[in-house]
């Protein structure tokens, strides 16, 4: 499959026409801004008052951006090219793909007050453009060489809106060098309207992403199945373009590129969290089209829901495992708090020592045998020495103040220091304790 060909089918078609939200849209005399209707979805007025992006790089894998365009301009890093020729991939291209995600992601406007034209939903952020090679056979095509390549140029987002059928060894390594170096990886699960697994977004370690349309249901075109973490709005999304200035598509490929922006807002505000704790935040906001929040496992079709920025950047949200909702690759530790299970399910409430072959209940039995023991012993012992010496001078004696029995200061038995349920934070709790409060932008 052509790379062109993979990218229209997550992309979808560019269609013309202006569309406006049931929401009111900013005031503005430009009509691109005011057919950005998911932007006014997001209420970005309020979400910009908590993070705008800054200090984040999101690698967009794609078709390469143009730098020059007048809504991206500053807002664009060199990159790489991994095409034949190399070089950057800054410079406009006969695809305006990556363009348009460049700008959902960190498009800033033009014109008086930044009114006029695309804004992007983390406009402060910084896109690293890496352009993939469209010849067919070889690594031509390899997601290999461009996912390290921004994992090893400081992306803590990748945004990939493109699909293939599988991924080889290469590209599975990737991945998980991306994952192991803490950085988020984003994918559009595909417009087939079908259950069929499409790759990067259902390899583990992905966080992926379906399309949700104007009316607030998941769009018909948008893949699905277990791998679904979150949807976002994909249905006639204005973004920016090349041959023409401005184009207007349907896809999770823009879904997907407004969970990259997302996921830079948070790591923006809060840089302590995890890349899995990130896409916690953003599941533990979302909202499913029948109104439903906080849901404990992922429905195929919309995942968590539809992401909520100003809500995960405001919420008061414990920072969860350290990977979060995401399935991770088997070379990985698995999330904390989530154990052997699949993201979703409740975690166990066994401990490490079932590994070992010894059950709680014998651990426990163990302990209290040993006490017994000991408290033979000690009674044993101050017999002995009452008979010799009398009774002790001074206050009271086993048990009382100073002593090592119960009520004593004494240590505490082994079994009460480590029960045989989950400690809190710790592996196989979900969710954890609340953590210390991250520190603001």
Do not use: C
């Not at 691109?32 to 209707?37: A, E, Y």
């Not at 651990?363 to 101050?382: C, E, H, P, R, S």
Request: positive net charge; aromatic residues 4%; without cysteine.
């Amino acid at each position: 499959m052509s790379f062109t060909r993979t990218l229209r089918a997550v992309g979808g078609v560019a269609v013309a026409g202006a569309l406006l939200f049931t929401a009111a849209p900013t005031a503005s005399a430009d009509y691109i801004r005011d057919g950005q209707w998911a932007l006014d979805a997001f209420n970005p007025q309020k979400v910009w008052k908590e993070s705008t992006g800054k200090n984040v790089i999101v690698a967009v894998i794609d078709t390469g951006v143009n730098a020059d365009h007048v809504d991206l301009k500053g807002n664009v890093l060199p990159g790489k090219s991994f095409d034949v020729g190399g070089g950057t991939a800054d410079h406009p291209t006969d695809d305006d793909h990556g363009t348009a995600m460049a700008a959902l992601i960190a498009g800033h406007g033009h014109g008086p007050n930044h009114a006029d034209g695309i804004m992007g939903l983390a406009p402060d952020a910084k896109i690293l453009p890496v352009k993939k090679g469209e010849q067919i056979g070889g690594n031509g095509t390899s997601l290999d060489g461009p996912i390290r390549y921004a994992v090893d140029h400081g992306a803590k987002v990748i945004n990939m809106s493109i699909v293939t059928p599988r991924l080889n060894d290469q590209e599975k390594e990737a991945i998980n060098y991306a994952v192991k170096k803490d950085v988020l990886v984003v994918g559009g699960s595909g417009n087939d309207g079908s259950s069929k697994p499409l790759y990067p977004a259902a390899a583990p370690g992905v966080l992926a992403v379906g399309a949700v349309a104007k009316d607030g249901q998941v769009l018909a075109e948008s893949n699905y199945g277990p791998h679904i973490r979150l949807i976002a709005p994909g249905e006639k999304i204005y973004s920016a373009g090349i041959s023409l200035k401005y184009r207007q598509g349907t896809g999770t490929s823009d879904a997907t590129a407004y969970v990259s922006a997302a996921a830079a807002l948070v790591r923006s505000k809060f840089p302590n969290l995890t890349a899995g704790q990130v896409a916690n935040r953003l599941t533990k906001t979302a909202i499913t089209p029948d109104g439903k929040t906080g849901i404990k496992s992922p429905d195929p079709k919309y995942g968590y829901g539809v992401i909520r920025p100003y809500r995960a950047l405001s919420e008061n949200i414990p920072a969860g495992p350290k990977n979060g909702p995401l399935t991770m690759p088997k070379d990985t530790e698995p999330s904390a708090g989530a154990g052997a299970n699949a993201p979703g399910e409740n975690p166990s409430a066994s401990s490490g020592d079932e590994k070992s072959g010894i059950s709680p209940l014998m651990i426990v039995g163990i302990g209290l045998g040993v006490i017994v023991v000991l408290g033979i012993v000690i009674a044993v012992i101050v017999a002995g020495k009452k008979r010799r010496n009398g009774p002790p001078p001074g206050g009271p004696g086993y048990g009382g103040p100073g002593g090592g029995g119960p009520g004593g200061g004494g240590p505490v038995p082994a079994q009460q220091q480590f029960g045989t349920y989950p400690q809190p934070g710790g592996p196989g709790a979900y969710p954890p304790a609340p953590p210390t409060q991250p520190p603001g932008r």
